[in-house]
């Protein structure tokens, strides 16, 4: 079982569209989770920081639910240009200092 | 703002050759980290550095090596390349050591080995 997992989707919505994901991650000692967007090919970019209070950046946002261990994203009015993949990252300090773990992305297509 | 450079952006090598994949972290970053991504694959976690020294290694082969200089840059080294080492690697870098600290991603390097 990977230690951050999400549905690989393509998830394929309609502009306009509310669409949601989720991530669910395997080590409670996680200490900071990250939703970062990837475009075909290019480097991943931080999307947001996800806090225990949830938090809300224009049309997208963020919870956390660390009892259950899943990070969940929405996004409301759904753009073309939001399609892209969604990682889910969750971070570990360690002795060595950040540990961040990749989800394996949730794939976004927003359609006309 | 000046952002994380890699270089080159495209290597292509053959099998049993080696290659070195550079990286220049965003000014005043102390860390370093590398990541591998295969074709539909997330990224894997290689290998960190913090305050030139390795802080953290992932799923990084012993094929591979890396350090990072005096001037913050690093260097992953690959010698024996097989055909499984085409992917694209990225280089990160971050600012410190909170746990908080956003990392910040090169364009990557694009290496295909034939």
């Known amino acids: 079982r990977k230690e951050v997992e999400q549905d690989p989707g393509p998830f394929n919505v309609p502009e306009g569209a509310t669409v949601a994901f989720n991530c669910t991650y395997s080590?409670?000692?996680?200490?900071?989770f990250f939703w970062y967007r990837q475009d075909c090919r290019k480097e991943p970019k931080l999307l947001m920081s996800?806090?225990?209070s949830g938090n809300e950046d224009g049309r997208f946002t963020a919870q956390l639910n660390r009892a259950s261990q899943y990070i969940s994203l929405l996004i409301r009015d759904s753009k073309l240009s939001d399609s892209a993949t969604y990682l889910c990252?969750?971070?570990?300090?360690?002795?060595?200092?950040?540990?961040?773990?990749f989800g394996t992305g949730t794939q976004l297509k927003v359609e006309l | 703002a000046a952002g994380v450079i890699q270089s080159p952006r495209h290597l292509i090598k053959e099998k049993r050759e080696t290659a070195t994949l550079k990286c220049y972290p965003i000014?005043?970053?102390?860390?370093v980290y590398w990541y591998q991504q295969g074709p539909g694959q997330d990224p894997q976690f290689l290998i960190s550095?913090?305050?030139?020294?390795?802080?953290d290694k992932g799923s990084i082969p012993d094929r591979f090596s890396a350090q990072q200089f005096s001037d913050y840059h690093s260097e992953l080294n690959m010698s024996s390349l097989e055909l499984g080492d085409s992917a694209l690697y990225f280089c990160?870098?971050?600012?410190?050591?909170?746990?908080?600290?956003?990392?910040?991603f090169g364009s990557g390097t694009q290496l295909s080995v034939l």
């Open positions: 000014p005043r970053h102390d860390t």
């Open positions: 990160a870098s971050s600012a410190g050591r909170s746990t908080n600290e956003k990392l910040f």
């Open positions: 996800v806090y225990s």
């Open positions: 550095f913090y305050e030139k020294m390795q802080s």
């Open positions: 990252v969750v971070n570990r300090r360690g002795r060595g200092g950040n540990k961040l773990t």
């Open positions: 080590n409670s000692a996680s200490q900071s």
